[in-house]
């Protein structure tokens, strides 16, 4: 599937922040969180994947 370069950023903190959240177990904050953390201002890496977003020791981020 191709996404553009906007709606593919886009994704990677979308889901950069299902993860955090999904961490602090914090569901009904969702949105205040992804705000906070992730303004969508931010650039994320082309390489942004599942495996890059959690460091090996289960960490999020």
Do not use: A, E, W
Not at 35 to 55: A, D, E, G, V, Y
């Amino acid at each position: 599937m191709y996404f553009d370069t906007t709606t593919y950023y886009t994704l990677c903190q979308l889901y950069l922040c299902y993860i955090f959240s999904q961490f602090l177990q914090v569901f009904g904050r969702f949105t205040q969180i992804c705000r906070t953390h992730f303004p969508m201002k931010i650039r994320i890496s082309k390489n942004c994947r599942p495996q890059n977003l959690i460091h090996p020791g289960g960490s999020p981020l």
